[in-house]
């Protein structure tokens, strides 16, 4: 039964202001409220026991009495309560649909009731869909906000058992926030064997073979509607777009998910969120998440990791271009072609000390205040300092100065070696092993640049004729030329 009077009061000064939406036990209305010439809206949701008249005259027609069939109803509307009941003990949580007023109506007899109980207005999930599209860290950030509402309900000791689209909701600022305890029923309730209640298209096995469960059966359906809005809005095991879904493919879908087969990978770019979502999808309840708490941890790992990725995959595109990557050439200039030193010095080589000009358009360029280190103490310098990791790149002329002070090191110790024996070639020998990694970190950033893949240093393993081959590499390339590592740094 809907409400038609749309000019009648209802919870005091609250009018309906349209319908939202309806499922099997009520309606949801907008309604409004103005005071002062500000207008304030909320969600109603309209319960009414029985649905139709129908269900009236069915118990009739089962030889119930109207004794009977209002102690039938008032059982049921204490059922519904629960809801209420739930709803307030949750109140104030910011992922929770929030909770705000409820009344109670009878007929005389008592054999039929409607129950008001007004919430926050949200935006249903399904709408807010239609106008948005998804990315991997916003479904994550669904499954982050709901397993915080799940938190709450495991600290309360509730299980939902009807986490689906329908009962989530988003907020005007983006939070997403469950609703509908409709169907909930406390752990100290049902610790025996439990109803099967809720929707089969995200139920969990045990759930729907009538097994004891816990609060994992709502750490499933969760995981269950994170894959579908993963995977092109298809549940497991149904076809892919742009083939259509046949009933048949329903059945056949459920029974492979309900039987625990192991449900396709996702082909998502963030292999650790598709991770996180498969376990939360595991048929056997042991396997999956035991907490909300380690379901949000491991989504918000998963990612942050990715997050991190990406702003290492920009940070090489701007200032470190090791991997196949363009620099832009906004004068249509050949990029084989330096413009000159400066313009060098501000795309490929960050190890000297920089300044950001605040007067610069270009607020995010690091601009260089000095010109680059050319003799051979500065290189020497900068080694130890900057190059002992494996980012950036290099000039030849630096390469070869440390090369240099390298070798008129090692020759001074091997003649000292001969004067004062072995305390002089044990200095050697540590010194050696100090520059192994800065060496080996310069030699691989040379290859590179010289267009040549890190794995050659191996080549310098060989005795005599490694080094050879490596110092012909390194010493060649005198023109500026670009390789697939980019424009190679020939200015001396």
Not at 139 to 154: H, I, P, Q, R, T
Not at 173 to 200: C, H, I, P, W
Not at 416 to 431: K, N, V
Not at 448 to 470: N, Q, R
């Amino acid at each position: 039964m809907e409400i038609k009077n749309i000019d009648q009061p209802i919870l005091g000064a609250w009018y309906i202001d349209e319908k939202i939406g309806s499922g099997a036990f009520g309606t949801v209305y907008k309604i409004k409220r103005e005071e002062f010439g500000e207008t304030y809206y909320s969600a109603l949701k309209v319960i009414n026991i029985p649905s139709d008249n129908n269900d009236l005259s069915t118990l009739r027609n089962e030889g119930m009495d109207d004794v009977s069939i209002t102690l039938y109803y008032k059982e049921l509307v204490q059922n519904l309560l629960s809801e209420i009941k739930i709803l307030n003990s949750l109140k104030g949580n910011s992922n929770i649909v929030s909770y705000e007023d409820h009344k109670i109506i009878s007929n005389e007899n008592e054999t039929k009731f409607t129950i008001f109980i007004r919430m926050e207005l949200l935006i249903p999930l399904k709408d807010y869909m239609i106008n948005n599209n998804p990315s991997e860290n916003d479904v994550a950030k669904l499954g982050m906000d709901l397993c915080n509402a799940l938190k709450l309900c495991e600290k309360n000791n509730i299980i939902h058992r009807d986490i689906k689209p329908d009962n989530i909701f988003v907020s005007n600022n983006g939070d997403f926030k469950l609703g509908d305890f409709g169907v909930a029923r406390t752990v100290e309730k049902t610790m025996s064997q439990m109803s099967k209640k809720g929707t089969y298209t995200y139920m969990a096995p045990e759930v729907y073979l009538n097994k004891p469960y816990d609060n994992r059966a709502d750490i499933y359906s969760l995981g269950l509607i994170l894959y579908q809005l993963l995977n092109k809005n298809r549940a497991p095991f149904l076809p892919l777009p742009p083939d259509p879904i046949k009933f048949s493919d329903r059945e056949k879908a459920t029974e492979r998910r309900i039987a625990g087969e192991d449900i396709p990978p996702l082909n998502i770019k963030n292999s650790a969120l598709e991770k996180v979502v498969i376990k939360a999808c595991d048929a056997n309840s042991d396997e999956r998440y035991s907490t909300a708490e380690e379901f949000y941890c491991n989504l918000n790992n998963a990612i942050s990791k990715e997050n991190k990725a990406m702003n290492e995959v920009d940070f090489d595109k701007t200032i470190s271009p090791f991997g196949n990557t363009e620099i832009q050439n906004t004068n249509n200039e050949p990029q084989s072609e330096v413009k000159n030193e400066q313009d060098f010095d501000k795309t490929l080589s960050p190890f000297r000390d920089v300044i950001l000009d605040s007067n610069s358009p270009e607020t995010d360029v690091s601009i260089p205040n000095d010109k680059p280190k050319k003799n051979i103490a500065e290189s020497f310098k900068l080694f130890f300092k900057n190059y002992t990791n494996f980012n950036g790149r290099t000039r030849r002329s630096d390469y070869w100065n440390l090369v240099l002070v390298n070798i008129i090191i090692s020759v001074a110790f091997s003649v000292l070696s001969g004067i004062f024996g072995s305390i002089a070639a044990a200095l050697l020998s540590i010194y050696s092993l100090a520059i192994l990694l800065p060496s080996l970190a310069i030699g691989v950033r040379r290859l590179h640049d010289i267009g040549k893949k890190s794995v050659y240093i191996l080549f310098g393993l060989i005795p005599i004729a490694g080094p050879i081959v490596l110092i012909v590499w390194f010493a060649k390339d005198s023109q500026k030329s670009t390789n697939e590592y980019g424009p190679n740094p020939k200015i001396n």
